[in-house]
Nanobody, 128 residues
Framework: QVQLLESGGGLVQAGGSLRLSCAAS????????MGWFRQAPGKSREFVAG????????TYADSMKGRFTISRDNAKNMMYLQMNSLRPEDTAVYYC?????????????????????WGQGTQVTVSS
């Protein structure tokens, strides 16, 4: 089993930056594909970015490309989301997620049903 805990959320002005962290516990972390999702009130959970088990492959939602960067450090059991040029539309609860296995391809990273473990989320609020 894998347990996930997000941190780093907060209040930031439009155009600013935040780095979110996801701390993972469990022996399967280094072999798990992982991702970030976000959810605004009244909206469905939205894909942000995904990363393969060794960090060799990353994929992003179109609206995040060029602004957000996903990374991981398996030696520290950590995953990160660097968010730059933040917009008010980025305001949401951001969730860390992990699959039970690695994933090869792009499609599954954007599908919530492909993930087996979820953190509790961290709030990101971007003011105008």
């Amino acid at each position: 089993q894998v347990q996930l805990l997000e941190s780093g959320g907060g209040l930031v002005q439009a155009g600013g930056s935040l780095r979110l962290s996801c701390a993972a516990s469990g022996r399967t972390f280094s072999t798990s594909a992982m991702g970030w999702f976000r959810q605004a009130p009244g909206k469905s959970r939205e894909f942000v970015a995904g990363i393969s088990s060794n960090g060799g492959h990353t994929t992003y939602a179109d609206s995040m490309k060029g602004r957000f960067t996903i990374s991981r450090d398996n030696a520290k059991n950590m995953m990160y989301l660097q968010m730059n040029s933040l917009r008010p539309e980025d305001t949401a609860v951001y969730y860390c997620a992990a699959m039970a296995t690695d994933y090869y391809g792009d499609y599954g990273y954007s599908q919530t049903s492909y993930y087996d473990y979820w953190g509790q989320g961290t709030q990101v609020t971007v003011s105008s």
